[in-house]
């Protein structure tokens, strides 16, 4: 399975191809305009989500309610291109017209600058069109379908905000990857802790009226992974390292860890390796989850426990000082409409990238035509795993 995402954030539409799923998945609009109402409600977000109402059409790939194993394509509007319809013309304009919304002082920690130089814009909005995270709108319609997929063969998937600002939560021992997507849904900055809910909003609020902005750190977990997806035979097959790179090309993210993580550098071997336990009815499994569901690249059976850091959000509406392009003079960087936070939609996102990887892997390592025979080919490996 591979997909492409296109579209500016204030063009016409945002277009995504998937290919190579199964026939035979059900699949509802629906079923991804959930997903996308998940990623716009966040708290700490701006005036955009208010213009914008992320409904797909599917115009391939997918009838009768199922998939047809051609390429899928999926189709977002942006509602908010009524407002820009001249500065985002496709048609040349005149160069009193370019000049409208040209950005000319780049934002430190946007995209802004290096992709000036890099693609030789005069005017920096070709860059900020593209780098804008409207793009995590598509990727988070085909984590959506990923998702559905994921859930027919009973592999669920959840996200949630650990620390925003500073503000860190616990989070409760024991629950189920349902559990923790219920009660992630239930708080308006999806954090799992009710005692950190209004602190962390006060830090966003805080943020918001001091003219800055903040970041945080959010997780995912994937629960009933089957033993032995990706591989440690090449680089490039672990899918630890799949993930990650997923997570980090979320817009604005750093970083990201599986398990204790970082921790692992401060703890003795014994404190990190889950001893190996095996039950009749469970098979193998683990004594603990310190390595996040991976070893070797390869998921080990246990839940895949994977965090990602997000950067406070670069467009600051008390500007940093930058540089005018033209002049090269200091002035103040260029102010963008934009959130003060998007910790929690990002949590959405990083849902979305991780379901997709492990879709991605589940259809590797099976014969996937067809949906029919997919589920066959799990439920029959996992009982191989189960008495190996
Ligand atoms: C859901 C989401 C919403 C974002 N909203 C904004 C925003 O309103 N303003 C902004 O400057 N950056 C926003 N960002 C971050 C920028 O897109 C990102 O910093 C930029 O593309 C540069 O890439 P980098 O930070 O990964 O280096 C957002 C990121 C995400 C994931
Ligand atoms: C549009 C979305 O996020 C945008 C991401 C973004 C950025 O620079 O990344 C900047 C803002 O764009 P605008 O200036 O149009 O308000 C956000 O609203 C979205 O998430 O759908």
Redesign the pocket.
Known sequence: MRYFTAGESHGPELTAIIEGLPAGIPLSMEDINQELAR?QVGYGR?G?MLIEKDQVRITSGVRHGETLGSPITLVVENKDWKNWQSVMSVEAVSEKEKKKRRVAKP?P???DLVGGIKYGFNDLRNVLER???RE?TMRVAIGAVAKKLLKELGIDVAGHVLEIGGVRGTVPENLTVKEIAERSEASEVRCLDPQVDLEMKQVIDDAKKNGNTVGGVVEVIVGNVPVGLGSYTQWDQKLDAKIAQAVVS????KGAEFGVGFEAARLPGSEVMDEIIWSEEAGYTRSNNNLGGFEGGMTNGMPIVVRGV??P???LYKPLMSVDIDSKEVYKASV?R??SC?VP??SV?AEAVVATEVAKAVLNKFESDSFARLVELVKDYREYTRTF
């Open positions: 990623r701006g955009r934002r920690g946007h995209a780098s804008s995270a995590t979320i817009n604005a993210f997000m950067k959000i670069p467009t963008e934009s959130d998007a939609a990002a996102v």
